[in-house]
């Protein structure tokens, strides 16, 4: 028998019933997270970096469509980087979804500090995946060049973090048939 709890955000645990209830809400989850992830940074390069909100998600289009994406409004650049981005974040959240449910994750407490691991483990994408492909496809790795590696961090942070919204998510998924 699954049980929920009634307030996601106490420290009462939330029971999976499966690893694909895990892996579902943790999807749902990393989905969620990387829209925080992107609001926050479109935050810091307005307030702090000087730049517009939409640059950062350019930034990521800019794999596909090379520097052109960074200037103005280029509305292809920023769709493909919002869903390269989400896509990303997806695959993440399916191996934080694994690690929760082997780990039991069940508190926003243990979904926090799952979150925080398995964003510095993301951080993977940034020294060798993103270089790998942009260097391939544009000739420069225009991330690098363009995002700060502090803001990077903390960006992955702020994503590991909004993990702990997993057990509320988790318990609205195994209560949607109820």
Not at 59 to 83: K, T
Not at 135 to 164: C, K, T, Y
Request: avoid cysteine; glycine fraction near 8%.
């Amino acid at each position: 028998m699954t049980t929920a709890q009634t307030s996601p955000f106490n420290n009462q645990s939330v029971q999976s019933s499966s690893m694909g209830d895990a892996v579902i809400a943790a999807a749902i989850t990393s989905v969620l997270a990387s829209l925080i992830m992107a609001a926050v940074v479109m935050l810091v390069f307005t307030v702090f970096l000087g730049k517009g909100p939409i640059y950062p998600v350019q930034v990521i289009g800019s794999a596909i469509y090379g520097e052109s994406a960074l200037i103005g409004f280029n509305a292809p650049a920023f769709l493909a980087g919002l869903v390269l981005h989400v896509l990303v974040g997806l695959a993440w959240g399916v191996v934080f979804g694994i690690v929760a449910a082997f780990t039991r994750v069940t508190t926003p407490a243990k979904a926090l500090i799952t979150g925080i691991i398995v964003a510095a483990v993301s951080m993977i994408d940034t020294y060798v995946f993103v270089p790998i492909v942009m260097n391939a496809l544009q000739g420069v790795d225009i991330w690098r060049r363009e995002v700060p590696m502090f803001w990077n961090w903390a960006a992955h942070i702020v994503f590991g973090v909004s993990f702990a919204l997993y057990p509320a998510v988790l318990a609205k998924w195994l209560n949607r048939s109820r």
